[in-house]
């Protein structure tokens, strides 16, 4: 009755006083101890998760209502809390306890929602793996059909979230999203990940990577939850100057809703060079989506493929400038015994920042440089500008929403010779970074299984600002069509619990 809940159902259960939730936080505890090889937390919030689940069944005692009341959900290390230990998986903020609460994670305690602990992450939120952790790299609870040797990573970067999720150590999870860190661990892990427009979700206390692409997001078991949560999550904070002031509607009136009439874009530069499994899976997905009374529609989108190498000048530009503030003076981590203000800045940053984070430091530094300014950094926003319009004049014009894979490849494991090159590492983000630099909402829907592994697949929906409202209800269908929760049972679960 405590486990496999969903945060509707934790939510019911709750109330009909099924279960209290301070057994329910008691038994998740009891499940990360036991699958703490996954390495999918980095600190865990054991005394005030208990005590918060008294105060959650006291609240509960009086008919109190909170959406997420009682509900024990895990954070993502990005989001700064209150005298929680929060590392952004960095040696550089290995010690970092803040002395304030991230809006996002505020907004979701406001809601009664108990955060078990932070989880693991690429450091500084670079990456697609979770390889490039501090802490170590995290583990999904699954592994492949076809060989259950082989532990397989979680995507990136927010792994530990979506290896909690799919591992049932936490109901749901908060990630963060620059180029398609809730999405691509969603899909890896048979989760829903959804990205919202961006300003809707608040940067304040969400330690920055590239701030004109951040976006918080929920990963969750179902697109319901993933409603709930956003929910939550979403809302005007005047401590974040890029937070948009919009009226949040319910997104839970949109899940489930008729989609009749829909029209659902589908460009050739999203499907050429796919494997067989993912055309077959993006034909039936658009089956489904006939049969529910959607048109679909074929687009042309011919700047989509310039989308990953702007983001890949813009990102790093961003992240050289938002590290800046890590030099081992204010906070953080500091070398020990320096010579001179110039080797206690060196060794601090060298010793302090692990090798992905360099490389996009040094990628960053240069494009901003003075001498290749223009031909790349200001030509990266020029082809950002372009893709804008392109969206707007070829898609958002035309169709309601645009369906893509959400990555081109499945979970895959420490050895596989992707891990080694960055660039190919780079390119899991090629269906989802295009959302980030227009700044659109985009959610990620497990739908499949991969031929003999078994390993999730997920599709992509990519709607125009604010659209937030067609993409549940385009997503719940999606979902019910799809039946994840059966196909589920097919997969290799290393059993625990
Ligand atoms: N994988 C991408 C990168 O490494 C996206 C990361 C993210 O969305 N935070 O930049």
């Known amino acids: 009755m405590l486990d496999n809940l969903t945060i509707k159902m934790a939510r019911t259960g709750l109330k009909n006083k099924d279960f209290t ?51 024990p959900i895990a954070m993502k290390d990005l989001f ?19 002395p304030y609460e991230s809006t996002i994670s505020q907004n979701l305690l406001n809601e009664g929602s108990i955060i078990l602990g932070k989880t693991n992450m690429d450091e500084f939120a670079m990456g697609s793996s979770n390889l490039t952790s501090y802490f170590g790299p995290v583990w999904l609870p699954f592994r492949k059909k076809s060989d259950t040797d082989i532990k397989l990573v979680p995507g990136g970067s927010s792994g530990g979230s979506a290896a909690a999720v799919a591992a049932d150590i936490a109901v749901a999870a908060t990630g963060s999203d620059t180029g398609g860190s809730v999405r691509q661990p969603a899909a890896f892990s048979g989760l829903v990940g959804i990205k919202p427009t961006y300003g809707l979700c608040s940067r304040y206390g969400m330690i920055a990577f590239a701030s ?25 904070d005047k401590k974040d100057s890029t937070s948009i002031k919009v009226e949040i509607p319910n997104y839970l009136d949109y899940v489930g809703k008729s989609i009749k009439g829909m029209k659902i874009g589908v460009a050739k530069q999203y499907t050429e060079g796919l494997s067989d499994v993912n055309i077959a899976i993006l034909e039936q997905v658009k089956k489904w ?62 010793e302090g920042f692990g090798e992905e984070v360099k490389r996009r430091i040094l990628t960053g530094t240069y494009v901003l440089s003075s001498g290749y300014y223009d031909a790349y950094y200001n030509r990266a926003l020029k082809i950002r500008e372009m893709i804008k319009k392109d969206f707007k004049d070829n898609a958002f014009a035309k169709v309601d929403l645009v369906l893509t894979m959400t990555t081109p490849n499945t979970a895959f494991g420490i050895d596989d010779p992707a891990t080694n090159d960055p660039v190919t590492m780079y ?40 659209c937030e409202k067609s993409i549940f209800s385009v997503a719940s269908v999606i979902e019910k069509s799809a039946n994840f929760a059966e196909l589920k049972k097919e997969m290799s679960y290393v059993s625990k619990p």
């Open 21 to 71: 939730s301070l057994e329910l936080v008691t038994r998740y505890f009891e499940k990360i101890e036991k699958y703490e090889d996954l390495n999918a937390y980095i600190t865990l919030n054991y005394e005030k998760s208990i005590d918060l689940a008294k105060k959650a069944d006291e609240k509960i005692a009086k008919n109190i209502e909170g959406s997420m009341l009682g509900v």
């Open 80 to 98: 700064c809390t209150d005298g929680l230990r929060t590392t952004a998986g960095s040696r550089i903020l290995e010690n970092f306890i803040p």
């Open 212 to 236: 004109s692409l951040d976006q918080a997001g929920p990963i969750t078991k179902t697109v319901e939850d993933a409603a709930i949560m956003l929910n939550a999550m979403a809302g005007y």
């Open 289 to 350: 989506l006939l049969d529910a009374g959607c048109e679909i529609i074929d687009i042309n989108l011919e700047t989509a493929p310039y989308a990953l190498p702007s983001y890949y000048i813009i990102a790093p530009a961003e992240a050289s400038s938002n590290l800046g503030r890590y030099d081992g003076v204010r906070y953080g981590y500091r070398a020990n015994a320096p010579k001179n203000i110039d080797d206690l800045y060196v060794r601090s940053r060298t």
């Open 427 to 466: 390119l899991n983000d090629i269906f989802t970074v295009t959302a980030n630099i227009i700044g659109s909402p985009a959610i990620s829907v497990p739908v499949g299984l991969s031929g003999n592994d078994k390993l999730p697949l997920g599709v992509q929906l990519i709607g125009n600002h604010f």
